[in-house]
Structures are given as C-alpha cells and as structure tokens.
C-alpha cells in the first residue's frame, strides 16, 4: 500500500480522548491492570495518520500570519461537489445547495427546530447512536424508535410495518435516517431507501438524512444517499455529510449540509446563524480542501481495504473463538457491535462485568447499552491490524474463554 495504515502512533498528550482518557480522574473508562497496554477501541475515531495532503494544506495555508474573518472559497465548494459525484454518483449539485454546520450533530438540532416544535415526536431507529439520543432529548424532543430486526441471515433490516405503525400512532412527522447505520454498520439497499421514503412520503414525514459514514464502506458495498431515490425524496431530505469520520478530522470540527429544498435550505441557515457559533475554520476548510484531492480518493480506497480485513479478521475470530457471543458483520463503518446475551447468560456474567473484564486487560471498548443495545458492546476496529490481533488474543486469553 502507499499509505501508512500499520504504524501504532502514539497519541497519548495529543489531544485524544480515545487515550487521554482512559484511567484520568472521573473516567469511565479505567487503567488497564499493571503489565497491559490500553487498545483504544471506544469512541469513534481512528488510529491511522490521515492523508498527507491535509496536512500540507494546512501548513501552506498557516505560512500566511493573518486569520481573519473569510467566507469559504469556490475551491472549497467545488471539492465537495466532486467528490459526491465521484463516490455517489451525485449530478446537478452546486454551491447553493451546500451549508456548513459546527458537527452533523448540531445540523440535526438545527434541522429538527425548523421541521419541529419542542416536545414533538421523532422516529429513529434502534440501535440508536448515543449522539443522537443526547442531542434530541437535550434539545426538548420525544424519541420513537422503530427497532430494527434480524433477518434470516443475520443482517439488520427495517421494519416498515412497525415505522409505519409508530408513525401513524405518534403523529411523527421529522425522522433521521442513518445511512450508512451506526452502531449497526448497514449498508442500505436501493430497494430500501426507496421504500423507507415512500412511506415517509406517504405520512408527510420530513427527513434528516445522517450520511457521515457514507465514504467508509466494506469492500464490495455502494452508498446509496437518500436524496438520489426519488424527486420527493430530493426534496424532502435534509442530508448531513462530513470529512472528518471519513479523514478522522473531527478536532477541526466542519460538516456540510446539502439541501434542495430552497425554503428548507433558507430557514435551516436561518436557525443556524442565531446563535452565531456555527461558524467555519479556516483551517478546517483548507483541511476538507487537503482531504478531497486525487490523494485522498486513494487513500480512501485503502482505507476501505485496510477496515475490511479488520472485519473479516474480528468476525471470523469470534465465530471461532467466542462462544455465545454474536455479531452481525458491518457493511460500513469501522464499528462491530457485539451481543454478549448469550455469553454472559452461559457463564453467569453482567455486563458491567463484561465490560471490565475487557477494560482490566488494556480492551478498551464501549457499553452498547448507551445505543439501545442491552447487552451489546461496541469496539472500533480502525486501528492497525496487529493491535486488533493483540486485542482479540486478550479477550480470548482473559475475557471470553478465561
């Protein structure tokens, strides 16, 4: 490969809390037993240095010692509209239909207030990432979650009858939609997309689409963005994306929005601009500019690479290994989400026992009960492929077969 994806770096006193973190005063997350290094494995960032571009366009930009006040440049919208019509296939999107927002997160808060008033009901589904629980309940809303459901082969699917039904008896109308699904790691399928925005069309349910993880797919999977499955869904949708999950950039801070839907586009950057913090770096611009050249398609592609061998390593050595323990193999993301009901049921475990049986050995992965997952946990894989064979013997050796 060109790029580094097998060095460990050292991150600890570099601003990450993936590490800093782990054993300082108040944590959640404690030191590893003496004799064990901690694996970071929780929250969701990566272990790779990022593509070398984005540094050099950083450093470029800060060889000039003013920082003034700026707007975003053509070259900054111009990088975006090429790479989502180079990995989705995107047309006919253009500078105006983009807007910047402060973290997907924010642009979901931003969006729910224009779409909702305070106390409304929203459907989500479940396993829910833990941000969004956070985000709406903080902000006044109701969540409604419309579980999603195992089929015959293991894969999470939506439950249509059960939205439609969750919709109609809580008059929903604002869902978030994530695409691909964190902490499950689907993929969705045309088909479903095209029938999750048939219903919510039929419902007049708006739509805040969740699109982050949409670069960082298994190999063999395709992004499918909710605003490409139909003329309503175009506009009914208000799409999040960012390069900080796909580039780990997330200390910049700087997502995108993309809306069609003129009279959506204007009230969102209306509520977004009242309370005048959501506002961009410029150095988090050039760093989207540095992540969106030819380099970083290349480096995304082995990224895709690297996440799938992960993956398949983890997933073939709990089948193997781990009796009791069950994981559906992701087809995005870089997240697996293991249920442990089974396991600790068999060996007369709680979770919280669980949990720090894997923490004690240096496994520092993250309670799945936070996502609606009540005997789930959740571990990061993008990490180099020999930390994530040390942190699998760790929990064969100490855990799960100790």
């Known amino acids: 490969m060109k790029y580094d994806f097998t060095s460990i770096l050292d991150r600890r006193g570099r601003d990450a809390i ?7 005063p108040g944590s959640s997350y404690p030191a590893p037993r003496e004799g ?12 790779f240095p990022v593509v070398p571009t ?68 929203v459907l989500l589904h479940s396993p829910t990432y833990v941000g969004f629980t956070g985000s709406l309940t903080n902000n006044g809303y109701h969540i409604v979650h419309s579980p999603l459901i195992k089929d015959e082969n293991g894969i999470w699917r939506m439950d249509f009858a059960d939205m439609e039904k969750k919709i109609v008896e809580n008059k929903i109308h604002a869902a978030i939609f994530c695409s691909p ?24 349910v708006m ?30 949708t208000i799409a999040l994306y960012a390069p900080s999950k796909t580039f780990n950039l997330a200390g910049l801070v700087g997502s995108y929005h993309i809306i069609y839907n003129k009279m959506l586009k204007d009230r969102c950057e209306k509520e977004a601009s009242l ?5 961009m770096n410029v150095l988090s611009m050039h760093a989207l500019i540095g992540a969106y050249q030819p380099e970083g398609y290349a480096w995304v592609e082995e990224l895709r690479q690297v996440i799938t061998g992960n ?23 870089y997240m697996l989400f293991l249920d442990c009901e089974k396991w600790c049921e068999k060996h007369g475990k709680t979770m919280d026992e669980l949990l720090a049986a894997g923490w004690d050995v240096g496994v ?13 946990i959740r571990m990061n894989l993008a990490l180099p492929l020999s930390r994530v064979k040390e942190a699998f013997g760790r929990l064969d050796k100490y855990v799960f077969n100790a």
């Open 18 to 24: 993936a590490v800093d973190l782990i054993g300082a």
């Open 36 to 47: 064990f290094d901690a694996i970071p494995m929780w929250v969701a960032d990566m272990n």
């Open 54 to 121: 984005i540094q050099q366009a950083m450093i470029e930009r800060a060889k000039h010692p003013t920082f003034g006040y700026f707007s975003p440049s053509e070259e900054y919208y111009g990088a975006i509209i090429r790479w989502q019509q180079t990995h989705n296939g995107v047309t006919g999107l253009t500078k105006e239909n983009i807007g910047y927002e402060n973290g997907v997160l924010g642009g979901v808060v931003s969006a729910l207030n224009v779409l909702c008033s305070r106390g409304d009901n």
């Open 181 to 204: 699904h964190n902490p499950c790691g689907r993929v969705w399928e045309r088909w479903e997309v095209e029938q999750a925005m048939a219903l919510y069309k039929k419902h007049d």
């Open 207 to 236: 739509v805040i689409s969740d699109e982050i993880w949409s670069d960082i797919l298994l190999e063999g999977y395709r992004h499918v963005p909710t605003q490409s499955v139909s003329e309503d869904a175009k506009m009914r």
């Open 275 to 279: 309370c005048h913090y959501n506002s």
């Open 311 to 333: 993956v398949d390593y983890a997933c073939d050595f709990i089948a193997k290994h781990f009796d009791g323990v069950e994981v559906s193999r992701p087809q995005g993301t």
């Open 364 to 376: 520092v992965w993250q309670d799945g009960r936070a996502f609606h997952g009540m005997h789930h």
